[in-house]
């Protein structure tokens, strides 16, 4: 079965790379590699980065002689972390906090999970409480953090205001934006929050693209990753809707801005032992706390810090939206037994179709057919 996989992917590597050379001679921006300035969120991932490498440990290398970051990874453990600092911890750093202080806040954070998740384990709902999912649906709700919150640029670690621009913006929050933790994301116009046909649904709910495609913070279920390499590229896979995401490593242009995907447009490099994969050119419906793909600039690290850890940073750059750059950070647990498994969402099933005909039964009888 894996060999069947890396068949498949040493393919999709071989064809991408041809029509990304084809559709360059559209118009091209200035490459990752050939800008030459640094890009935003380099001093602050590089000394977070130093400070949590493993000690008289030397990262391995390629067969071709490239860091080495491959593997299938997890991030479920570090579910129920804040993304942003607690107000509780205001004017400490991540380092200020004791490990006491620290297990007391996991022990918090696993017993409000299960308090918010659908189910108490083994029981009923509660009368009166909405149902989700079951309780068997989320990967950790008993996870062990590594860290306090995400955010570390900032050093408050709060993400930073928004421009008067920004601010104006409608925020649209809705299924498949992955909520408060990932910032969620608009998806479509949503018509005056009509959702008449299955055009005017979220790209979650089509199957085609869990939130705003790149971000990616830690979920109920769907936690694994992949990330393969072969000279001069680099592939990484999501257990979200199956995504596979190409970085090309050779310092070739970013396409035209008019060629948006709906995970952008990613060049990568490699900077010592970190890969830097700066994406531009995501999608007209791609939406990540009010910033839209239009002007939205995500720079990814990846680092591995521990023989079974990963680094895994990304800088949000758009001065559209933000006062300032600013950057979060969470490690990847290299772990074979979180495979990514099929993913088994399309559009052709039945959800889509409940949808559609249960607005239009409601709209029959004078209902709401919003949702």
Not at 69 to 98: C, L
Not at 275 to 281: D, H, P, Y
Not at 339 to 346: L, S
């Amino acid at each position: 079965m894996l060999g069947r996989v890396l068949t498949s992917i040493g393919a999709l590597i071989i064809v991408a790379g041809t029509m990304v050379s084809s559709v360059e001679l559209a118009g091209q921006t200035s490459s990752l590699a050939s800008a030459g300035a640094k890009l935003p969120g380099a001093d602050v991932v590089k000394a977070f980065i130093a400070s949590r490498m493993a000690k008289n440990w030397v990262p391995p290398k390629t067969s071709w002689g490239d860091p080495d970051i491959q593997g299938v990874f997890t991030t479920k453990d570090e579910a129920n972390t804040p993304f942003e600092r607690p107000d509780e911890w205001a004017g400490r750093r991540m380092d200020d906090i004791t490990p006491t202080e620290f297990a007391a806040a996991i022990v918090k954070r696993q017993r409000e999970a299960v308090e918010r998740a659908p189910f108490a384990a083994g029981g009923e709902p509660e009368e009166g409480v909405a149902i989700a999912v079951p309780i068997h649906w989320f990967d950790n709700l008993a996870a062990k953090n590594s860290r306090p919150w995400f955010v570390i640029d900032p050093p408050d670690g709060k993400i930073p205001p928004l421009t008067a621009e920004a601010a104006k913006r409608p925020r649209a929050f809705g299924p498949g934006g992955g909520g408060a933790a990932s910032g969620g994301d608009a998806q479509t116009s949503l018509r005056g929050g009509r959702r008449d046909t299955y055009t005017d649904r979220y790209l979650g709910d089509r199957c085609i693209m869990w939130g705003s495609g790149v971000p990616h913070t830690p979920g109920i279920y769907g936690n694994s990753f992949q990330i393969l390499q072969t000279p001069g590229y680099v592939v990484i896979r999501y257990e979200m809707i199956h995504e596979a995401r190409l970085v090309p490593l050779d310092g070739r242009q970013h396409t035209s801005s008019k060629i948006r995907g709906y995970m952008g447009d990613s060049r990568g490099r490699w900077d010592g032992n970190t890969l830097v994969v700066e994406t531009k050119n995501l999608h007209e419906t791609a939406n990540y706390r009010g910033a839209p793909g239009k002007s939205l600039r995500l720079v990814e690290r990846f680092t591995r810090i521990a023989p079974n850890r990963v680094e895994w940073s990304m800088t949000f750059d758009d001065p559209t939206t933000w006062e300032r750059p600013w950057t979060y950070s969470l490690p990847m647990t290299q772990d074979d037994t979180q495979i990514i498994h099929e993913y088994a969402c399309h559009e052709g099933n039945y959800g889509m179709a409940n949808l559609l005909s249960a607005a239009r039964a409601a709209e029959k009888k004078g209902g709401e057919s919003g949702r």
